[in-house]
């Protein structure tokens, strides 16, 4: 087997998020709906970006989170995923390096922008999002370094990816080279409505064994398997042969495979500023601690601190480093 070189490969969209601070007449000569989000296509995006004055903009994306997560605690994560040759793309591909992700996916050379989500802020703290999809979609097999994939523990991917047929490709590829190595994959549900788009596929990637490794919120985990009843989705979980990586919220995690269930409070937190990007860094601190050979408890407790402390103020990535926190924290980092 190929030397361990990543804790952990996330592959997902790579979308840039813009931040701009507008007033209330921005929206209305705009005809925006104050706190919607829509997607827009290429003009509109092109047209908003050059509207919207002073920004600030952080890369973001789901896996991209997660990876960023894991860089924090000090592990080594790697990152799929695509950008194009523009500014915005020079600015997701020097965040992501810079936080210590190893990301160096080709870059889509015309046709398509690097995908963003414009996030405008009115006065009172509402957001109004844009989001345009742009470049990430072309993700595609060819974008999968098989060498990375030798190297990482674990191969994380979003649901998402199976919105474009040459994405789904990738991951199915990634997957293949993953497990001819001796490596793990796992999937995380992304949302309840991309679940509902894909339940019998993403059931037939557990089944298949494709996935052994599951990420879900209850609202997802209940969507795959149709049921209103949290303890029958669970049940259901544990029948299904892979490992489960369960968020609860305020209630915390639960790790359920076929040999064990263990539950985890969640961590206190003093004033929950912004949940945007609490199951992406859960997922952080779950895949370090799998990579670092934690009992699945410590993993799960890993993450739950890791989403803690990412609600705790604005944004989808960590302000300090996790690192020292999960230190203070009794964890072995």
């Not at 050379?109 to 844009?130: F, H």
């Not at 191969?155 to 040459?166: S, V």
């Not at 410590?298 to 020292?324: F, Q, T």
Request: net charge negative; proline share 3%; hydrophobic share 40%.
């Amino acid at each position: 087997m190929t030397e361990t070189r990543f804790d952990a490969l996330c592959i997902g969209n790579a979308i840039c998020d813009v931040f701009a601070h507008v007033e209330e007449d921005f929206l209305l000569q705009e005809n925006l709906i104050k706190g919607s989000m829509r997607l827009i296509d290429t003009e509109e995006a092109v047209r908003l970006f050059e509207k919207m004055g002073q920004t600030v903009r952080v890369s973001g994306g789901s896996a991209g989170n997660t990876a960023a997560g894991i860089a924090s605690l000090g592990g080594t994560p790697a990152y799929f995923g695509k950008v194009a040759e523009d500014e915005l793309g020079d600015s997701y591909s020097h965040d992501m390096n810079g936080t210590g992700v190893y990301f160096n996916t080709p870059r889509l050379r015309e046709w398509k922008p690097t995908a963003r989500s414009m996030i405008l802020i009115t006065p009172d703290g509402e957001r109004t999002m844009n989001t345009y999809l742009g470049a990430c979609t072309e993700f595609g097999p060819s974008d999968v370094d098989e060498d990375v994939v030798a190297a990482s523990a674990v191969t994380y991917m979003e649901g998402y990816l199976w919105d474009p047929e040459e994405a789904k490709k990738a991951f199915l590829k990634a997957a293949e080279v993953a497990h001819l190595n001796g490596r793990k994959v796992a999937l995380t549900l992304s949302d309840s409505f991309c679940v509902d788009r894909y339940r019998s596929e993403f059931l037939s990637l557990i089944s298949d064994k494709v996935v052994d490794l599951l990420f879900a919120n209850e609202h997802e985990l209940k969507a795959l398997y149709q049921t209103g009843d949290i303890d029958t989705a669970i049940a259901a979980a544990k029948e299904s042969g892979a490992l489960t990586a369960l968020t609860l919220g305020s209630e915390g995690a639960m790790a359920i495979s076929p040999e064990e269930t263990v539950k985890v409070s969640a961590q206190n937190v003093e004033n929950v500023v912004d949940l945007t990007g609490a199951g992406d860094l859960f997922a952080s601190g779950f895949l370090f601690g799998l990579a670092r050979d934690y009992k699945l408890s410590d993993a799960a407790e890993l993450g739950c601190l890791c989403a803690a402390n990412v609600i705790s103020h604005v944004g989808a990535r960590p302000e300090r480093p996790l690192k020292n926190i999960a230190a203070q924290g009794g964890f072995d980092v």
